[in-house]
């Protein structure tokens, strides 16, 4: 076992166990919001191009197809799924997926198949070369990509061209920078950027 697992289990399994009430109290808060199942679940890419369903608490009304993306006060999203998302209290199943072993708690954020496929492959190997996270230089500065995309005719095609290259730099400037000092610095600047 490597440092940097070792040290995502020393954090998340007291984690889960202290954080037990408030998932109990979040599922109950989404059965009652609206139908549907508690987790949302979605295929998404992990270190070396493999495929894991990324656990999340539900903030949509359950519906097939739509958008990839959630863009700004998108109707899709629940009366409760709005204050999770804006405390991104909705990502605390993914601890459930660091626990498994899919991701880390900080490393480049995993993305659907499909923009994977439009990394260029030189990149794509670099960047997934490590464990994906939660957390990491992207999600920080993009913390309000749906803001951002509000006033787009075209949102997945200004999320390819304007903001995923943008993301892929941040992550390939992870990788370069990774270590445990540099992993607990960015849990502690997400969690200062959530709250403050």
Request: with cysteine.
């Amino acid at each position: 076992m490597n440092s940097k697992r070792l040290f995502d289990l020393c954090c998340i399994l007291p984690g889960l166990i202290l954080l037990s009430p408030l998932f109990v109290l979040i599922a109950l808060w989404i059965k009652l919001d609206s139908r549907g199942p508690v987790f949302f679940l979605q295929t998404r890419i992990g270190q070396f191009g493999k495929h894991f369903k990324i656990i999340k608490f539900r903030t949509m009304h359950s519906s097939k197809g739509g958008l990839k993306l959630t863009i700004g006060r998108d109707a899709r999203i629940t009366r409760c799924g709005h204050f999770l998302r804006r405390y991104k209290l909705d990502e605390l199943p993914q601890l459930i997926n660091v626990l498994k072993g899919d991701m880390s708690l900080v490393g480049p954020r995993p993305e659907v198949p499909e923009y994977v496929e439009l990394y260029p492959d030189g990149i794509k190997e670099y960047v997934l070369s490590v464990p994906v996270g939660i957390t990491d230089y992207a999600s920080i500065e993009f913390r309000s990509e749906s803001e951002m995309l509000a006033n787009s005719q075209q949102p997945e095609v200004d999320y390819v061209e304007k903001i995923l290259p943008l993301k892929l730099a941040y992550h390939q400037q992870y990788v370069k920078e990774q270590s445990l000092y540099l992993d607990m610095a960015l849990i502690f600047k997400t969690l200062k950027r959530i709250f403050f």
